[in-house]
């Protein structure tokens, strides 16, 4: 409860003896002389309230006797009111002699006299107090009470009634709440001591004080007379402080002029005329220093210039500048630097005439000028022409000195950022402005918006005191205000920002009530202090710098990192974390060392100069996107450039069916570098290990990105201590892998986005660890943000846990993460099996079980069976499933479980959790489940003895074990590189088991890595359930570890290879960041026939011989069925479709003067081994499309052949003719591949004998095979009677 309510309390209790129509007009009186609205809760004082409370029989009547007349009412009215007033008067009393008398003073009657008489005048001076003489609503508030129950802002106009509060407050709700009123009477004497602190600390700051404490405060025109007076102050508010502020005090505004409760005694003005020097003599003087020796002068002027108060070097002080109306007059500098004389500051207004006595001339430390200085017994005068004197200047003083200069001279110096170049280096404009605070943009930070239009920067003054009292609806005036436009860097609104030379001035308190303050807005100030003043920023770089740091706390505090810890002060033991975060993007705009900024040229050189003179347009060097909108934007980049005309352009399209066509956009990649955005973005996040997934995430405030990290080239992420650090890195991939389930029905509905089902996309990063910043951040100040156990997400450091024991092991082999079915322990309630995911490594223990000793680890126990094998197969599953991206073959770990010691803990737990027959496969003896909260740390293996002969080489099958069909079903390993990645609608071997099985399989054609092979072998892999999906990485153009697949032969007597629970994948290199493609090499068809050390794709110059076949066909797109007249011969219900497309190949034997080959040709390839311009081809389809197929085979060269047409059709004779003329026999450059690929295991056909004729003679000689290509692409050659380089590249 507050203290005024109490008085309205009592009120009521006796107003409850009135009639009705009497308390309704008491209601009236109280609604016109108080305030009636909902006001802030204060809790009693610990001392007696300060409240009247009378007594008298009327406050236990609970009515009157039936009959009372209206002078009865009166009658008791007046008694009531009475004695109100004696309770109130008694209150104020003991309130005066508690608060405001000295404690050793007996009762002072005259003090409580003057204070009733103060309050009296103020109360009286509104009119509308229907006859109360006194504010009995209005409680006495001291100081202390103020700072100790006072939770919520304030505010108490004694003379004011409520009908006038509420049209101020309504002036302001519209943009915010109005401050709440309060009924306290508040008195204190006013002064610019704090406390009992000596006459030297003085700072120039304001107080309120009584007996009970002291309070700072805020006074729009000071007149240096009130200080040190008793004033009751009739109206003000109060802001405590903010939730966050760890000062924890509070400070008062006081709108109106204080009413003082003595008579100020005002001193008679000076008998005689004060003799003065005005500016333009008093700069003469300057000159002559060493003629003025100890010469005291007095100087009058208008002050045109007024600094702000600097703190340097332990000394506060500020500079103000004389001068006359006219602007050709030079104006002339003092100093104010005696403690007492601060003050000043705060009742200096430029635009007015003063008189400043006994100045005298010094010369700063340092520099070269010398300027006016207070002494202590100055004083401050308004300037009143009759009450001053001019003096004249003698001779000497006339001459100038021009070996003395009366100014300083500019200096370069370079406070811009190093970046800026010369021809882009702008000028700030110095004016004055006058402006309302529309909003507080950054306070820390000093950022604030003028009028909803500018945005101002009052970083670079010392503007702690102000800080305080700035917040929307405050009106500053600025005096040399820099006004910089266009600073880039993310701010697009012009910027008046202040430097030591300009002051700014509080012209007006808000009416709002202060917005709750975050704990960002709470923390920092010193952080963004220590850039300005140590670091030297410029304006542009440090408004960018500000606006990050706000981005980079939004996206880590509070949940991932605390806004204290983040904001603090950065010091050599202990730094920033926002700084270290920040840091090579500073380093980078603005190198460290730059000179310290000097206040006294800073403020008195002419032509003036300052950091925010000269400025450069910044262009935002990076940005710090939340974890959710870099996902969001990459999921928008994809869509965006999905385009399945694109992925799968004309010509192919248009002869592919629909099943093929729809297979063929199902899957597909984007890869963003940060330099595809605009500004660069930097990712940032808190390194986890997800429980759920398996996978490592980076997690900000607005959720987590799955990430594949890399340690450096071929080396994977093995330190489970990274688990909890921050991350930085500027340089990464954002992958999206594109999921789509269309129904196409042909190529012509592709632009049509209705037949798209379901699109969904996996979104992720990966990048190496050399390439990113990595912060540890303290575990005390590190937070979970996921509801699971910390133990799930956060492992604890060796120096955690107190208790615990642990045990070596090496791992030399890790399984799939995939789920499995694990049988129930003995005990457990039977229940349906569910498939968990788990992930399986063997490896074998080193040495036995060591117990916590301190911060290390006590010796091995000595084990039972030295001799016995300590091979052990770990079974990880539930929570354990985090540790799956830290554990590699060859690596030695520490298993680590808290708690205390517990006999044979890792041979027991989970032994019975797989059966003994997968054990004795594995060359297991013994088979641990890993518990959820045990950890892992990653070992040096160098210091164990048992492990310097391990062999840490990734197992490598060799390319004869590889590519023969000697070994089948048998388990290989190898590195590839992949080339494609695509979905199939069913494992080859198998038969669907349904049509909707779009995902069952997916298919990587990858090049094997082998030693000394030029053109490195093809092998086709395969992912089905439960693989998928597949893990992260898998790309077309990484290279990737693959261990313990699959190897298997097809029908066609091809190799390939699929995943097994055994499989292990380890991503060794991301796809590079520019894809460049190799030209195709260009050979002789006779270098095919030298087996492993052929391309598998090339180019040759070659000859067509003859055709053997030519087949072109309309067929269904639907079910591929013929379709004569463009009419499926299925259409009905079995085949709803009534869309067509062409198919066509052709059989071509070509040679090159050192072998033959068969080439086969399909689709739109057929068009350019005919010889057929598109115009052409499509005319020739059409003809096609009446008969729906024509064939025709030729048994050699000549005009012998086959067709399924009749002979005589123009069409047939048409494509006779054509296949057997120079437009089709002709030279070509062919690029191919070889249809035989190296993973076929049937043997080659040897050599055949075949006949010649040589004239008379026969002939016979070996001939070798025709090789047989398939084309990819027919060109025409440059010179058409070549057949091809004599000698190719």
């Avoid at 009693?44 to 009959?67: I, K, M």
Wanted: charged share 20%.
């Amino acid at each position: 409860m507050s203290l005024g309510r109490e008085v309205e309390e009592e009120s009521a209790a006796r107003a409850e003896v009135l009639s009705p129509a009497f308390r309704q007009k008491g209601r009236d009186q109280e609604r016109d002389g108080s305030e009636a609205g909902t006001r802030p809760p204060m809790t009693p004082p610990s001392r007696p309230p300060v409240s009247p409370r009378a007594g008298g029989s009327l406050r236990t009547s609970r009515g009157l006797p039936r009959g009372l007349g209206l002078e009865c009412v009166m009658a008791a009215c007046r008694v009531v009111t009475a004695g109100s007033e004696q309770a109130w008067l008694e209150a104020a009393q003991a309130f005066i002699q508690e608060t405001l008398c000295p404690a050793d003073q007996k009762t002072d009657t005259q003090l409580t006299h003057l204070v009733i008489d103060s309050v009296k005048t103020i109360w009286l001076s509104q009119g509308r107090n229907q006859g109360l003489t006194l504010p009995l609503s209005y409680s006495f508030v001291s100081v202390q009470d103020l700072r100790t129950h006072q939770r919520l802002p304030c505010c108490s106009h004694l003379s004011w009634s409520s009908s006038e509060y509420q049209t101020w407050a309504q002036e302001v709700e519209p943009d915010g709440a109005p401050l709440p009123r309060e009924q306290l009477l508040l008195l204190g004497t006013l002064t610019d001591l704090s406390g009992n602190l000596e006459q030297e600390c003085r700072n120039g700051s304001l107080y309120v004080k009584d007996n009970s404490g002291v309070l700072g405060c805020e006074l729009i025109d000071l007149d240096l007379s009130w200080l040190d007076h008793l004033f009751l102050f009739p109206s003000w508010s109060y802001l405590p402080p903010a939730r966050w502020n760890s000062s924890g005090e509070g400070h008062l505004e006081l709108w109106g002029a204080p009413v003082p409760v003595f008579p100020l005694t005002i001193s008679p003005g000076p008998v005689t005329p004060i003799p003065v020097f005005y500016p333009e003599k008093a700069s003469h003087l300057l000159r002559h220093r060493s003629k003025l020796r100890d010469v005291q002068a007095n100087l009058a002027g208008k002050l045109v210039q007024l600094s702000a108060l600097v703190n340097s070097h332990k000394k506060a002080y500020f500079i103000l500048s004389l001068g006359a109306s006219s602007p050709a007059v030079s104006h002339v500098p003092i100093v104010v630097q005696v403690p007492a004389q601060l003050v000043w500051h705060r009742t200096l207004w430029p635009g007015r005439a003063y008189v400043l006595t006994e100045l005298r001339v010094s010369k700063i430390r340092g520099h070269s000028y010398c300027v006016w200085t207070t002494r202590p017994s100055s004083r401050l005068l308004p300037l009143e022409p009759e009450r001053v004197q001019e003096l004249e200047l003698a001779g000497p003083f006339v001459e100038t000195d021009p070996m003395q200069p009366s100014r300083p001279t500019p200096r370069s110096n370079n406070f811009q950022d190093r970046k800026g170049q010369k021809n882009l280096v702008q000028d700030s404009r110095l004016l004055s402005y006058m402006g309302t605070v529309t909003r507080v943009l950054n306070e820390p930070a000093g950022l604030y918006e003028l009028d909803r239009q500018l945005e101002l920067c009052l970083a670079y003054q010392q503007f702690r005191g102000l800080r305080r009292v700035v917040r929307p609806g405050v009106s500053l005036e600025l005096q040399d205000v820099h006004l910089l436009q266009s600073v880039g860097g993310g701010t697009s609104r012009p910027v008046l920002a202040s430097c030591l030379r300009g002051a700014v001035l509080l012209r007006g308190f808000s009416r709002r009530k202060p917005e709750t303050q975050s704990p960002q807005q709470a923390h920092g100030a010193s952080l963004y202090e220590q850039l300005v003043w140590e670091r030297q920023l410029g304006l542009p770089l440090y408004l960018w710098t500000a606006k990050a740091l706000a981005e980079l706390a939004c996206k880590l505090c509070p949940h991932v990192l605390r806004h204290y810890q983040f904001l603090q002060h950065s010091s050599p033991g202990n730094p920033s974390l926002g700084l270290q975060l920040l840091a090579p993007t500073l380093d980078a705009l603005a190198p460290p060392g730059s000179p310290a900024r000097n206040a006294h040229k800073e403020i008195l050189e002419e032509p003036h100069y300052c950091p925010l003179q000269k400025y450069t347009r910044l262009q935002t060097p990076c940005a710090f996107p939340t974890l959710a909108t870099l996902k969001e934007k990459g999921q928008s980049r994809a869509w965006a450039s999905f385009d399945p005309k694109a992925l799968v352009p004309l010509p192919e399209a248009s002869h592919l069916a629909s099943c093929q066509l729809n297979y063929r956009l199902a899957w597909s990649w984007l890869c963003l570098l940060p330099s595809a955005f605009h500004p660069t973005p930097v990712l940032l996040g808190v390194l986890v290990a997800s429980s759920h997934k398996g996978c490592l995430q980076l997690r900000d405030q607005s959720g987590s990105l799955p990430c594949l990290l890399l340690a450096k080239h071929s080396q994977p992420l093995t330190d489970p201590r990274l688990i909890g650090c921050l991350v930085w890195a500027e340089r990464f991939q954002l992958v999206v892998e594109r999921d789509v389930r269309s129904n196409f029905p042909s190529w012509k509905e592709m632009s049509m986005a209705e037949f798209i089902q379901k699109q969904q996309a996996r979104v992720y990063v990966q990048f190496f660890l050399d390439d990113a910043l990595i912060i540890p951040v303290p575990r005390p100040l590190l937070r979970s943000t996921t509801s699971s156990r910390p133990s799930q997400t956060e492992p604890t450091h060796p120096e955690g846990p107190h208790m615990g024991q642990s045990r070596l092991f090496l791992l030399s082999h890790k399984e799939a993460l995939m789920k499995r079915n694990f049988c129930a322990p003995p005990g457990a309630i039977l229940e349906v099996a569910k498939a968990t995911l788990s992930f399986l490594v063997s490896g074998s223990w080193l040495g036995g079980t060591q117990r916590k000793e301190g911060t290390g680890w006590g010796p091995p126990e000595p084990q039972v069976d030295e001799n016995k094998d300590q091979k052990v197969l770990l079974i990880f599953l539930g929570s354990s499933v985090r540790w799956f991206e830290f554990l590699h073959p060859g690596q030695v770990y520490r298993l680590v479980a808290p708690g205390p010691h517990a006999p044979a803990l890792f041979t027991e737990h989970g032994s019975s959790c797989i059966s003994q027959r997968p054990l004795e496969l594995a060359g297991c003896v013994s088979c641990l489940t890993v518990q959820d909260e045990w950890t892992l740390e990653l070992e040096s293996s160098q210091d164990i003895p048992d492990t310097l002969g391990v062999n840490r080489a990734l197992p490598e099958s060799s390319l004869t074990d590889l590519l023969s069909g000697n070994f089948t079903d048998c388990l290989v390993s190898f590195s590839a590189e992949i080339l494609s990645r695509t979905l199939c609608p069913a494992p080859l071997w198998k038969k669907p088991e349904s049509t909707g099985a779009l995902k069952d399989c997916v298919k990587l054609t990858v090049a094997l890595e082998t030693a000394g092979c030029e053109f490195p072998p093809h092998l086709d892999i395969y992912i089905e359930n439960p693989h998928l999906p597949p893990q992260l990485g898998l790309l077309p153009g990484a290279r990737v570890h693959f261990q313990q697949l699959e190897k298997k032969v097809s029908r066609s007597h091809n190799i390939y290879c699929c995943f097994r629970s055994s499989t292990y994948v380890q991503v060794l290199s991301f796809p590079p960041e520019t894809k460049t493609s190799a030209p195709l090499p260009h050979i002789y068809l006779a270098e095919l026939l030298q087996g492993g050390r052929a391309p598998f794709q090339a180019i040759a110059s070659c000859h067509i011989v003859s055709v053997f076949s030519l087949q072109l066909l309309w067929v269904c797109a639907h079910c591929t069925s013929l379709c004569p007249q463009g009419r499926c011969t299925r259409q009905g219900p079995s085949c709803p479709a009534q869309t067509s497309v062409s198919q066509a190949s052709i059989r071509l034997l070509v040679e090159d003067g050192t072998a033959e080959a068969v080439v086969t040709c399909r689709n739109q390839h057929v068009a350019a081994a005919l010889g057929l311009c598109p115009s052409e081809w499509t005319s020739l389809l059409e003809f096609v499309r009446v008969p729906g197929r024509v064939a025709l085979q030729f048994t050699g060269p000549g005009a012998q052949y086959e067709s399924s047409a009749k002979v005589k059709e123009p069409l047939t004779l048409f494509l006779q003719t054509l296949c057997t003329s120079l437009c089709v026999l002709r030279p070509i450059v062919l690029a191919f591949e070889v249809e035989r690929k190296p993973s076929k295991v049937i043997p080659l056909e040897p050599p055949r004998l075949q006949r010649f004729q040589c004239g008379d003679l026969p002939v016979l000689t070996h001939v070798n095979p025709r090789l047989r290509l398939s084309c990819l692409s027919i060109q025409e050659p440059e010179h058409p009677n070549s057949v091809g380089p004599l000698f190719p590249d």
